[in-house]
Every structure is written in C-alpha cells, then in structure tokens.
C-alpha cells in the first residue's frame, strides 16, 4: 500500500467504520438504475451500493433487497423517498430484511418516520440542504448527514457542493459523519472534501455507465457524448407550484416538462388538486419520464437524469475499474500534498 493510500485510509477512517466497507464511497441511488446488479458491484468493489426504491411498492423492494443479497455479502443500503405513500410498510420490508443503512431522501421526514427507522436497529442517513436543516435532523436521530450540492443529477437544491462543503462541513463534520455529493468526477476532488472534514462522499453519475449498470445502451450513450454544460436544471414554469428542479440531459422531454407543469398549474387553479397532490403527480412525471429513457432507451423525450460531472464519464467500465481509479487518484492527490 502506497503512502498515499494509507492517508487515505486514515482520512476516510470514520466513514469507513460507519458504512462497514472498504471505501467511503456511497453509491448514490439512482431510480431505476440502482437495482439488485450495480449496487451489489458497488458493494461487492468495496464501496457502498444503495438501492433506490424509487416507486417501487413493498414487494418489488422486498424482491430487490432479496436478490442484492444474493449477489453479495457486502453491506448496502436502501434509499427511500419521504413522500411515498406507503414508507412505514416500505420501512417494515427493510426490518424484515435488517437493513443496515437506510438513506432518507425528498425533504423532510414525516412524523413516525424516523422513529419507526431507528426502531428497526438501522442506520439513519439523512440528506441536509442547509446548516440549520443538518442540525435538525442530528437532534431528530439522524446518524450521518449527505450534503449535495447542484451539480448533482436528479432532484437538485440551490446551492454548489463547494459552498454547502463551506457552509456545514467546519460546523458538524466532529460530531457526525457528513457525505459529500454533487459533481464529484475524480478522486483529487474526493481528498479535497476529505481534507475539509467529509467522511465520505456519494457519487451518482459517476456509476450510470459501469458494465454492471442496467442502463439501456442509449442512456449510457448519451452520457458518453455529454458535457458537462448538457446537463442542465429543469425550469419552473409556474411561481404558484413550486417544483423541485431536476438536472438531465438537454432533450425535447425539456417541453413535456413545461406542457405538464400547465396542465398541473390549470387543475390547481381549477381547485381540482390539492398542492400535496400537485407535488406527487410531478414526482410520478418524473418517475416515469426517468423510466422512459433508462429502462425503454428513449433518450429524446424521456428524462436523461445526470449530474454536471457527466463530462467525465468517458466509457464503459466495470464498476471496480471506476472505484479503483477514483481511490488511487485521491490516494495520489494526498500523496502529493506531503
Ligand atoms: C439518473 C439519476 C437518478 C437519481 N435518482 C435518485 C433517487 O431516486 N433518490 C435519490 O435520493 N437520489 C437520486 N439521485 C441522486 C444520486 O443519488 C446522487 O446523490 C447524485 O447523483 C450525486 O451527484 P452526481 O450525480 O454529481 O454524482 C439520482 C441521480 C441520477 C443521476
């Protein structure tokens, strides 16, 4: 082992120790993408795979959690979206299971919700867009926090990695293990957050297309050929629904987005839709434009979901290869730091 990759070990010590793997490396879920096969190879390579339960209902996620199982004895975790009407069931298939790390995402946890998770013995990791959000949820129970910043594919906040790195990481980063995400490409970028505290980070894009990753060949196509100014944020059309920016691939899915948003803006105004529902049925839009392109290949009008850092994702490759190379750059990158 180099020197370099010592330092690394000790850097990323604590977030090692939390996840139970080899690096800190979460895998980030993915819709549709983190199934049974990329993130078993994500664990199975010594970082940590999640699943993304997405839409899934109870069984399909019982199903998926079974068959990761099958594919490693590594841990993973399971990623559960806090609006999904069914998450205490959904929280129940992963007791059955003994899920060791379960990642809350989509705001803020309904009431019950953390409760019913740290009951079930798992680990609690919660996503904070804010300073004051991250402290809430540590005295909520929350056992690590991910911070992610807009560069990141998918459901996007305002804010860069860099200054929400800024913000949060001085002030918590010794009292619970913090996780970097967003526009995280290379490993230099990995021992930087490090230095400034991170335990860890969680890259999404990054893994779209690993050979293990189910991702239709035109999907992984489409991230070949992108740069990083494809991959850009979704518009509100409307002040009056706010929705929650999304950032894919540039494609004609763009004007289905705004046709949507009108159609949900005039039901609104029409007292046809609560705004909660308002809310869901965008959720599902996005559920289903992202299924369009992953699952069925349809990278013209369905959702290309990917992270500013998709400029760097430049072939097919086992998810080992990405791993190994992401460790030894940030291992060199401390090396050479002295
Ligand atoms: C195609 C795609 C789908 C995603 N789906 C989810 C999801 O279902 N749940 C979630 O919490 N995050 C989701 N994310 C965000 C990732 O988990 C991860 O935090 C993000 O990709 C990290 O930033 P990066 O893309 O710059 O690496 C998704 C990202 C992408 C690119």
């Known amino acids: 082992m180099s020197a370099g990759h010592v330092r690394l070990a000790q850097k990323w010590h604590r977030g090692r120790e939390f996840l139970g793997c080899e690096h800190a490396i979460l895998g980030g879920a993915m819709s549709w993408v983190s199934e049974r096969n990329l993130v078993s190879a994500i664990s199975n390579a010594g970082g940590f795979g999640v699943i993304a339960c997405g839409a899934m209902n109870p069984e399909l996620l019982d199903t ?7 594919r490693t004895d590594k841990p993973f975790g399971v990623n559960l979206i806090t609006m999904h ?3 205490s069931e959904l929280i129940d298939v992963c007791a059955k299971h003994e899920v060791g790390h379960i990642v809350l995402a989509g705001g803020l946890p309904p ?4 409760e019913r998770i740290k009951a079930t013995g798992a680990r609690l990791i919660a996503f904070a867009p804010a300073l004051s959000l ?13 911070i992610e910043g807009m560069e990141a594919g998918g459901h996007i ?4 990695t860099s200054v929400l790195a800024q913000e949060i990481l001085p002030y918590i980063c010794r009292d619970i293990p913090v996780f970097v995400a967003g526009g995280i490409g290379r490993g230099e970028a990995i021992a930087a957050f490090l230095e400034m505290g991170a335990a860890g980070v969680q890259l999404g894009t990054k893994f779209v297309c690993a050979t293990e990753s189910i991702a239709h060949a035109n999907f992984k196509r489409a991230f070949i050929r992108a740069s990083a100014r494809d991959a850009v944020p979704s518009v509100q059309l409307d002040a009056r629904l706010p929705v929650i920016p ?31 529902e308002a809310q869901l049925q965008i959720e599902h839009y996005w559920a289903g434009a ?15 979901m990917a992270g500013q850092s998709v400029g760097m994702v430049t072939r097919e490759e086992p998810t080992a290869d990405i791993i190994r190379e992401l460790v030894d750059e940030a291992a060199a990158a401390l090396a050479r730091r002295g």
């Open 134 to 146: 991250a402290k809430k949820l540590m005295r909520s129970g929350a056992d690590a926090i991910v």
């Open 246 to 276: 999304v950032r894919a691939l540039k494609n004609k899915e763009t004007e289905r987005f705004t046709a949507k948003q009108r159609e949900i803006a005039e039901h609104l105004d029409g007292k046809k839709l609560e705004m909660a």
């Open 111 to 114: 009431g019950g919700a953390i």
């Open 85 to 87: 009407p069914q998450l």
């Open 157 to 160: 906040g305002p804010v860069s």
């Open 64 to 70: 998926e959690i079974r068959e990761t199982r099958a």
């Open 290 to 304: 992202l299924r369009r392109a992953v699952v069925d290949g349809d990278v013209e009008t369905g959702s290309v």
